[in-house]
């Protein structure tokens, strides 16, 4: 991985920063709920900033579709990322132009501004070269410290990475130092879990995986697609049966390339998919009634995963192993993860993760400080898991 960071960064007292940063921030009644992106951001806006440049940071918030939108302005984000930054913010409500010039002309070294939403111009999202001059023309470098959107070849993303002296942000360095000590230059052996809902949304991570790992742990609903294929009798459980031929392949694929896998053979059952179902049960894959589904791995069948973790050094994990947002199918879940935390702890594996609801699951499973890192990146993180080159990425390391 070769990519220039704030480390390359020569003297920027007095000049003009353009950059690029997750505020795509949930929100409720106009308020930020939760200021995560805006945390993960801070370090490089507070470098910058230390360093004497002038920090303007461009964002995209919400789905605008290339028109302005009074109700997706940046304009309300202001206030919340001056709180976590502790420094006054100005709000510029251009993103290049004799407008935004003269604003970046009042401030002074060192203060920060935040440009309106990219989105707001059809350029964006269609990569237009003339756009991203533009933009170019009111800065002197640029800085990608969002790699939740380095999955799209948007203006701000990737086509300005071409027009200006271009750096990784702190955020950005860290997750692609993690990500790179997961699949890049693992350890060995590797084990990668994937779970979830559908095999059909995952279908270029698993294919990715099997070239790439020792083992490979598949658990959630999608696990019931795999036994299915395997002519295990899954009842009424949540299962892709169109998809035997595929599940077929990439065992095959698996087989073909020295990737062990790992599917549940021991599984907790219920009639109904409710907390603490009076139907509740573990037992065997074979054993499931036509009227029962599987919710979550069975503690046998988990114990046995933790013992294929104990022999590696290196985890992947996308995907919870059960419904976990239900009592008890959070519990296969909770136990792998906290065995996973506890090896991390211990030194002997290095442990990465993401996906939107496998955030979720490992911060109810209480692990999150203890796994070596978490992605919140959703899409970006997936199409890492897939193999693919993230469009972002490559023109910062071009
Ligand atoms: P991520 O967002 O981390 O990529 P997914 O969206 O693929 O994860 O999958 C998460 C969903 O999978 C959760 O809502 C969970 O309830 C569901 N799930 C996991 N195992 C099962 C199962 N056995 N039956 C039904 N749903 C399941
Ligand atoms: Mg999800």
Same mark, same amino acid.
């Given at each position: 991985?070769?990519?220039?960071?704030?480390?390359d960064?020569?003297?920027?007292h007095?000049?003009?920063?353009?950059?690029?940063?997750d505020?795509?921030l949930?929100m409720?009644d106009?308020?930020v709920?939760d200021t995560?992106?805006?945390? *993960?951001?801070a370090?490089?806006?507070?470098?910058?900033?230390?360093?004497?440049?002038?920090?303007l940071?461009?964002?995209?918030?919400?789905?605008?579709?290339?028109?302005?939108?009074?109700?997706l302005?940046?304009?309300?984000?202001?206030?919340?990322?001056?709180?976590?930054?502790?420094?006054?913010?100005?709000?510029i409500?251009?993103?290049?132009?004799?407008?935004?010039?003269?604003?970046i002309?009042?401030?002074?070294a060192?203060?920060?501004?935040?440009?309106?939403n990219t989105?707001?111009?059809?350029?964006?999202?269609a990569n237009?070269?003339?756009?991203?001059a533009?933009?170019?023309?009111?800065?002197?470098?640029y800085?990608?410290?969002?790699?939740s959107? *380095?999955?799209?070849?948007?203006?701000?993303?990737?086509g300005l =990475?071409?027009?200006?002296p271009?750096y990784?942000?702190?955020?950005?360095q860290?997750?692609?130092e993690?990500?790179d000590? *997961?699949?890049?230059?693992?350890?060995?052996?590797?084990a990668a879990?994937?779970?979830?809902?559908?095999v059909?949304?995952?279908?270029d991570?698993?294919?990715?995986? @099997?070239?790439?790992v020792d083992?490979l742990?598949?658990g959630?609903?999608?696990?019931?697609?795999?036994l299915?294929?395997?002519g295990v009798?899954v009842?009424?459980?949540?299962?892709?049966?169109?998809?035997?031929?595929?599940?077929?392949?990439?065992l095959?694929a698996?087989? =073909?390339?020295?990737?062990?896998?790992?599917?549940?053979?021991?599984?907790?059952?219920?009639?109904?998919?409710?907390a603490?179902?009076a139907?509740?049960?573990?037992?065997? !894959?074979?054993?499931?009634k036509?009227?029962?589904?599987i919710?979550d791995?069975?503690? =046998?069948?988990?114990?046995?995963l933790?013992?294929?973790?104990?022999?590696?050094?290196?985890l992947?994990w996308n995907?919870?192993l059960?419904a976990?947002?239900?009592e008890?199918?959070?519990a296969?879940t909770?136990?792998?993860?906290?065995? *996973?935390?506890?090896?991390?702890?211990?030194?002997?594996?290095?442990?990465?993760?993401?996906g939107?609801?496998? !955030?979720?699951?490992?911060?109810?499973?209480g @692990?999150?400080?203890d796994?070596?890192?978490?992605?919140?990146?959703?899409?970006?993180?997936l199409?890492?898991?897939?193999?693919?080159?993230?469009p972002?990425?490559a023109?910062?390391?071009?």
């Amino acid at each position: 991985m070769n990519f220039r960071g704030l480390d390359d960064l020569g003297d920027v007292h007095g000049k003009v920063a353009l950059v690029r940063v997750d505020l795509n921030l949930p929100m409720r009644d106009g308020d930020v709920t939760d200021t995560t992106r805006i945390r *993960a951001a801070a370090p490089t806006i507070l470098e910058l900033s230390e360093k004497g440049a002038k920090v303007l940071l461009l964002a995209h918030f919400g789905r605008p579709g290339g028109e302005r939108s009074s109700t997706l302005s940046l304009s309300m984000v202001v206030g919340a990322v001056e709180a976590v930054i502790g420094k006054e913010v100005m709000f510029i409500p251009e993103i290049s132009g004799d407008v935004a010039k003269q604003a970046i002309g009042i401030l002074r070294a060192g203060d920060v501004g935040i440009l309106e939403n990219t989105r707001f111009w059809k350029g964006e999202e269609a990569n237009d070269p003339e756009f991203a001059a533009a933009i170019a023309d009111i800065g002197d470098l640029y800085v990608n410290d969002a790699f939740s959107a *380095a999955h799209r070849a948007h203006a701000t993303t990737e086509g300005l =990475a071409k027009l200006l002296p271009a750096y990784a942000g702190r955020s950005m360095q860290a997750e692609l130092e993690a990500l790179d000590k *997961a699949l890049g230059q693992p350890e060995k052996p590797v084990a990668a879990v994937v779970g979830g809902a559908k095999v059909s949304s995952k279908l270029d991570v698993l294919h990715h995986l @099997v070239g790439q790992v020792d083992h490979l742990i598949i658990g959630g609903g999608m696990a019931n697609t795999f036994l299915a294929a395997k002519g295990v009798n899954v009842g009424k459980s949540l299962c892709e049966h169109d998809l035997a031929d595929t599940a077929n392949k990439i065992l095959a694929a698996a087989d =073909a390339s020295d990737c062990t896998v790992h599917l549940p053979y021991d599984v907790m059952v219920a009639k109904e998919f409710a907390a603490n179902p009076a139907s509740l049960r573990s037992c065997n !894959v074979h054993e499931v009634k036509a009227d029962e589904m599987i919710l979550d791995v069975a503690p =046998a069948a988990v114990e046995a995963l933790a013992d294929v973790l104990k022999t590696c050094r290196t985890l992947v994990w996308n995907g919870p192993l059960g419904a976990f947002e239900t009592e008890p199918f959070d519990a296969a879940t909770v136990a792998l993860a906290r065995t *996973a935390a506890a090896l991390t702890r211990e030194g002997s594996l290095v442990c990465v993760a993401g996906g939107g609801d496998t !955030v979720a699951a490992l911060n109810h499973a209480g @692990v999150a400080d203890d796994f070596t890192y978490i992605s919140t990146a959703g899409g970006a993180f997936l199409e890492w898991m897939e193999g693919k080159e993230l469009p972002g990425v490559a023109a910062l390391s071009g």
